[in-house]
């Protein structure tokens, strides 16, 4: 689907929720895409790409942000401490901060490099046992340790278990963040992202919608 049309799909979205025109952040997810595809977004003059590993992000982003200015890059997939450092070089956004030995050395690592990108505090909100996030009964918690830390806590994200009702979670995730006085809702897929919109999504992570299957 051309990105136009991805784009004025997020634009109606906002319109029928009452929301300003542009107030979405549309990340396209380019994780396992050839080149080809991603650079013909870039040609377009999109900026803002997700990743959901930090050694593919780093064999590719580095040269595209040579040839493109402006590049935003976001991390969508969970990371280990021992990649935290390279991530945080990285990565302008975190979307994946989700337990204290996590947190810890993100404060660590920002006190050393002088810089930390936004970070987003992943709510496990279906409590799946294989997903990654903090359970919803411990998010509180865990954003006032985050923030104890000084960390720069954006937002909260969610991956909704795939055979449930979407909405759900994402209403559910904006409870979450009301309650803790966050803005970011980083929320919404291919799939289902107009519902994540209506909900309040800050954030959208389409993949596939805007360069085709990915192939393994
Ligand atoms: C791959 C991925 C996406 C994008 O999924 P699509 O269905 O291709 O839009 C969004 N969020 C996360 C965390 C992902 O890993």
């Not at 689907?1 to 952040?25: D, F, H, W």
């Not at 999109?46 to 493109?68: D, I, T, Y």
């Not at 509180?140 to 991956?159: N, Q, S």
Request: glycine residues 10%.
């Amino acid at each position: 689907m051309p990105l136009a049309e991805i784009t004025s799909r997020i634009a109606k979205a906002e319109q029928n929720a009452g929301r300003a025109v542009g107030s979405v952040q549309l990340i396209a997810v380019s994780k396992v895409q050839p080149n080809e595809r991603i650079e013909a977004v870039l040609q377009q003059g999109h900026r803002c790409f997700g990743e959901n590993k930090v050694q593919e992000a780093a064999g590719k982003w580095p040269g595209f942000s040579e040839q493109f200015e402006g590049v935003d890059l976001h991390l969508i997939g969970p990371l280990q401490t021992n990649k935290a450092r390279q991530a945080m070089e990285l990565f302008d956004s975190i979307h994946s901060v989700d337990r204290p030995k996590l947190a810890k050395t993100l404060a660590r690592l920002a006190q050393e490099l002088g810089k930390c990108p936004e970070l987003f505090v992943q709510v496990n909100t279906g409590e799946e046992e294989q997903k990654a996030g903090v359970l919803p009964a411990d998010a509180d918690a865990f954003i006032a340790e985050c923030r104890g830390l000084d960390l720069p806590v954006k937002g909260l994200m969610c991956i909704p278990p795939v055979e449930e009702e979407a909405s759900l979670h994402f209403a559910l995730l904006a409870k979450i963040a009301e309650r803790n006085g966050l803005q970011g809702l980083s929320m919404g897929m291919s799939g289902d992202f107009e519902k994540a919109i209506a909900l309040g999504a800050t954030h959208v992570r389409i993949g596939s919608a805007i360069f085709g299957a990915r192939t393994y």
